[in-house]
């Protein structure tokens, strides 16, 4: 059984972001790209499954445009997965057009059981791709889990909600399963894994072959702002009970926030 | 005329204030307002106080745990036959789940998150969100999408009272009948009895500075005098001394409390990312050249362990007169 997982490559979280001139977009000049920090739990787990004997092999999926998107996708090599698929696409396609792309790819694969993503990306914090492609391909998910066990005919998954609830899923049959921080501890590269990635040929696709287009978009972001510019902070001084005592009288008093 | 379709999230018989902030949202668009409630007891749910048109249930015990199959069905095909110009829902994990799967099926866009609302008596909406965890945000544009599902934060939107009371028909959505395929073994309950730090108006947050683990006994005594959920850096998680499901920031939770305090966090990018839309923030550091700082409405240049004591017995003498 092959495991298939999707990732997004993702502006790096030290970026600091600047907006294009005419405000329709960020300005990714000089932006280090990196792999979706939730992708990793996702590559990690299903190499942990291939390790355990639950899968034969791991692919690995992305959408995006191709010259920068294999950088991830070598990433995930490194890491350990055996083989990678990138389908070209425009930057700004949204998680409709993406889910619908990667669904395609992943049925022209033939038998397909779990499939594995981030929970979101931390680029627009979506929260879609993974649920999309459960419904493309009509299969269940699961999202936000942070414990997975892969039984001979289901899947227990545990996903984490509000207030530190915990709801405990059993899949059956074939699912997508979006990987929150917590499912394990994504392993670094190593050298020789980098050295074996760099020679694998990555798979490539057009939007075309996997049934998806540009006409598949259904939203678009426009009209960026960056946030406005904060007052100056007001520094308290004196000792601590000083501070203290004409901090919560301006949080009652000027903030009226307590 | 075009439909808003609120999707009404409630508990003890009451909705949530999420939902109370959409239905005002709703009634203040003049559209024809239809109310969308799964589980017991969403029968008895005051629907025509707060103006509702038409109300669709599915009042049973199968909707009392999340099922992500049964819901996506359920709602999906309601949707599809309605067709309403407008979905609206809270931005929970519950609609962060099921609202994508029923776009998907129903060939229409989703936003999550979204902080801004206006929705015209044409049914057109302008929505914005943040992007990359708040370090800008940006309009969302829907695209050939004749119905517009909006995901909305929490306390982004303010609650108006119904000018006038209606008396909604009542319809009984069924589950679909199909072998679901995902089974829900469990539920266990979060112990804390706190807000999840997404919903909750108040925050208190501790980063490297506190030193160690045991030390964030000092933050919860604090939260406890304001009702506060108790949050921490990257760092500190990493570290192991809480649990992940306690981070903010861009890689954690995205937070937009009336009061957030920052204890010992220095202020990397990604924290500030994920608490900037916060509005008034307090840093205390010992460092003043914190980067925290630049964010911060009230900042104090201290020993984390002399003031927070301080700040818990000054909070305790303003909350009990």
Redesign the interface.
């Known amino acids: 059984m092959k495991i298939f997982v999707c990732i997004k490559q993702v ?1 790096d ?5 600047k ?1 294009k001139p005419d405000a329709s977009g ?1 300005d990714f000049t000089g932006v280090k790209f990196v792999m979706n ?2 992708d990793e739990f996702a590559v990690e787990e299903a190499i942990k499954l291939r390790e355990g004997g639950k899968a034969t092999s791991v692919v690995v999926f992305s959408v995006g445009p191709k010259a920068r998107v294999v950088e991830a996708l070598r990433t995930a090599l490194a890491m350990g997965a055996d083989d990678a698929v990138v389908i070209d696409a425009p930057e700004d396609l ?3 057009a993406v ?1 619908k792309a990667l669904a395609g790819a992943i049925k022209a694969e033939g038998d397909f059981r779990y499939i594995l993503t981030g929970k979101l990306a ?11 492609i ?3 391909l009509n ?6 889990v942070s414990k997975l066990e892969i039984g001979d005919t289901s899947a ?1 998954a545990e996903r ?14 074939p ?1 997508v399963i979006a990987a ?3 499912l394990n501890m994504p392993r670094y590269a190593s050298l020789p894994g980098i050295m074996k990635a760099k020679k694998k040929v990555i798979k490539e696709l057009t939007l075309d072959a996997v049934g998806a287009s540009a ?1 598949d ?11 406005a510019e ?2 100056p ?4 001084g004196g000792d ?2 000083a ?3 004409e ?2 009288t ?3 008093n000027e ?1 009226k ?2 | 005329m075009a439909n808003v379709l609120v999707f009404t999230e409630f508990a003890d018989g009451k909705f949530k204030k999420g939902a109370l902030e959409l239905l005002s949202a709703a009634r203040k668009s003049g559209l024809k307002i239809q109310a969308l409630a799964l589980g017991s007891g969403a029968k008895s749910l005051p629907f025509g106080a707060e103006g509702v048109d038409e109300v669709f249930v599915a009042d049973g015990a199968q909707f009392d ?5 049964l819901f ?1 069905e359920t709602v999906s095909s309601l949707l599809a036959a309605q067709k309403p110009a407008v979905v609206l829902a809270s931005s ?3 609609a ?3 609202f ?2 029923v ?3 129903m ?7 979204c902080t801004e609302l206006e929705i015209s008596a044409d049914g057109n909406v302008k929505a914005r969100r ?16 004749p119905t517009k599902i909006v995901l909305m934060r929490p306390n982004q939107l303010t609650v108006v009272a119904a000018s006038a009371a209606k008396s909604p028909s009542v319809t009984d959505v069924a589950a679909p009948a199909k072998d ?17 730090l ?2 909750a108006n ?1 925050i208190v947050s501790g980063g490297r500075g506190m030193k160690e683990a045991a030390n964030f006994k000092m933050l919860e005594e604090l939260a406890d005098v ?1 009702g506060a959920t108790v949050g921490a850096s990257r760092a500190v998680v990493d570290a192991g001394w809480v ?3 306690m ?1 903010v920031g ?3 939770k ?1 937070v937009a409390p ?2 957030y305090i920052a204890a010992g966090i220095s202020g990397a ?2 924290h500030l ?1 994920g608490m ?2 916060s ?2 923030i ?2 205390i550091n010992k460092d003043p050249n914190a980067p925290i ?11 984390v362990f ?2 927070v004591p ?2 818990t ?3 305790k ?3 009990h007169h």
């Open positions: 502006p979280t030290e970026t600091k972001i907006l960020v920090p939730y949204d998680s409709a889910a931390i680029d627009d914090n979506a929260s879609a791709v993974s649920q999309m459960a419904e493309y299969i269940p998910q699961a999202t936000v227990v984490e909600v509000e207030g530190g609830t915990r709801e405990v899923l059993e899949l059956r049959g699912a929150n921080k917590g006409g978009v259904r939203v678009k972001y426009k009209a960026f702002q960056l946030p904060k007052p902070v007001k520094m308290l601590a009970g501070q203290a005592h901090l919560a301006l949080l009652r903030a926030v307590i | 745990k999340y099922n992500p199959e996506s929970t994990m519950l962060r789940d099921l994508p799967r776009a998907a099926h060939g229409v866009g989703v936003s999550s998150d943040p992007m990359y965890a708040g370090k800008c945000t940006a309009e969302v544009s829907f695209e050939n999408s679901l395929h995902t089974i829900i073994k469990e539920v266990v309950k979060g112990t804390s009895g706190k807000l999840d997404t919903e108040i304001l649990p992940h499901t981070q861009q890689t954690g995205t009336t009061l990018i990604q990312a900037s839309g509005k008034v307090v840093a700082f630049q964010k911060a409405t009230y900042g104090i240049v201290g020993d002399e003031v301080k700040l017995e000054e909070f003498k303003l909350i």
